[in-house]
């Protein structure tokens, strides 16, 4: 059965960093586009940042633009975003996603765009 976990979540401080990962188990996820989308409380699920199944290109919302990077190993299976410069409104739980799509060099934005998704990791910035 094809799964994303993710880890790495926890609790920091304004202007620290964290770093998540999102494993795939079950099947290999290498050849599609992946996302990061994070939800906070009262809030809808909104769009982090994304990657290409090759890696050569990422996106990022413009909250987070210059401060988180999203990248990925095949030889792992694995997709990280590292977040610097951590602020108070980048509290959520983040949510790893999959599309289920071979090889596609498209951007996805959206929720409904993505196919595989994990169970999320808490991500808490103190003031």
């Known amino acids: 059965q094809a799964q994303l976990v993710e880890s790495g979540g926890g609790l920091v401080q304004t202007g620290g960093s964290l770093r998540l990962s999102c494993v795939a188990s079950g099947r290999t996820f290498n050849n599609y586009a992946m996302g990061w989308f994070r939800q906070a409380p009262g809030k809808e699920r909104e769009f982090v940042a994304g990657?290409?199944?090759?890696?050569?290109?990422?996106y990022y919302a413009d909250s987070v633009k210059g401060r988180f990077t999203i990248s990925r190993e095949h030889a792992k299976n694995t997709v990280c975003l590292q977040m610097n410069s951590l602020k108070a409104e980048d509290t959520a739980v983040y949510y790893c996603?999959?599309?289920?799509?071979?090889?596609?060099?498209?951007?996805?934005?959206?929720?409904?765009?993505?196919?595989?998704w994990g169970q999320g990791t808490q991500v808490t910035v103190s003031s």
């Open positions: 990657i290409s199944w090759s890696g050569g290109s990422t």
């Open positions: 996603a999959a599309r289920a799509e071979h090889y596609s060099s498209s951007l996805y934005y959206t929720e409904n765009q993505y196919d595989y």
